[in-house]
């Protein structure tokens, strides 16, 4: 029992059984105490703070809605010039097709004259290539056959 009395000694000896060597750490020990329950009185306070916190959140996601916007704009920019691309490559590749379907139908059109030009008869291209030279007989002629076909089809109707 003598152990008792020792413990409920002084404010000074309550401070060594707690384990502080003297009153400076006493103080120091204080302090910090202090500083805890500040901090924690501190985080009790903001968790009470319901229009604070709404506010913080509100401008946490106003952030995210920015950032996802420039995200998307940069997605859609990006899209854009793929399709661009996609289009400008398909513009050639029709272009090409179309050049060579054009030189396809040159060539075959050169070959058909060509074999036109070999089978008819020798006197047929000598009269084309005077009516070539100088149409105007040509054209007289034509015009001649033309009024004939036309006074034959006249009488025709007329005599029925």
Not at 115 to 128: C, G, L, M, S
Request: glycine content about 12%; hydrophobic content about 40%.
């Amino acid at each position: 029992m003598t152990d008792r009395p020792a413990a409920r000694g002084t404010g000074a000896d309550a401070a060594q059984a707690a384990g502080a060597k003297g009153p400076d750490e006493l103080r120091r020990q204080i302090e910090q105490t202090r500083s805890q329950l500040g901090d924690t009185v501190e985080e009790l306070a903001a968790k009470t703070d319901i229009k604070g916190r709404a506010l913080a959140r509100a401008a946490d996601l106003r952030d995210k809605a920015g950032a996802m916007t420039v995200q998307l704009r940069s997605s859609a920019a990006q899209a854009g010039h793929t399709v661009q691309g996609r289009a400008l490559h398909a513009g050639h590749t029709v272009q090409d097709r179309a050049l060579h379907a054009g030189h396809t139908v040159q060539g075959k059109a050169t070959h058909a004259g060509e074999v036109v030009e070999h089978r008819t008869p020798q006197p047929v291209q000598n009269v084309v290539r005077s009516g070539l030279r100088n149409p105007r007989p040509v054209l007289i002629v034509g015009a001649l056959v033309g009024l004939v076909v036309v006074a034959g089809v006249i009488r025709r109707r007329g005599g029925r």
